[in-house]
């Protein structure tokens, strides 16, 4: 093999080396990113009707009743201790691109907040859906910040993944009971 078949041997390697670290990098990625979701059918017996949402704020999981003995489960972030309620309530009203008014208490906390954050933008902590709680200034939304999710991080709110909002969004209906238990 002469030099110049030694170099072209080479280049050819280094571009085939460059596609794998590519189709890597992007595999890496797209695994990092695959927490954005993270729903899963379980055995659930709650003894509560088919269609109910429970949450249960030690385990911070929110459970959609299925008819069959089971349940879809997505992780949830729920009130900070002190912040926390429980009992229940009704799913009262659906929203699409929320727009957010902090409540009193937040806006004491956080004076600097603006009055309204328009719904679709990256600040805005309601993300892509709300489900608004009767009896109160609560609701299960999507979030600005996915890393909450699992903690206990809220005024009250219940925050899912945004693709897990999404999709309880078009499971439910205005009406639907919603229980919160420790």
Known sequence: MDIKQSVR???VE???FRRLALVIAVAAGCAAAGKASARELVGFDGGVAPGTVVIRTAERSLYLVGRDGTAIRYPVAVGRPGKQWFGWSEIDGKHVQPAWSPPAEVKRDNPRLPDVIPGGTPSNP???R???LSGGEYA????????S???YASYGCIRMYNDDIVDL???VRVGTRVVVVR
Do not use: D, K
């Open 169 to 171: 969004f078009e499971r």
């Open 14 to 16: 280094f571009a085939q």
């Open 126 to 128: 309601m993300g892509p």
């Open 130 to 132: 709300a489900l608004t």
């Open 149 to 151: 999710v699992g903690t």
């Open 9 to 11: 041997a080479a280049r």
């Open 140 to 147: 299960i939304h999507g979030t600005n910040r996915p890393r």
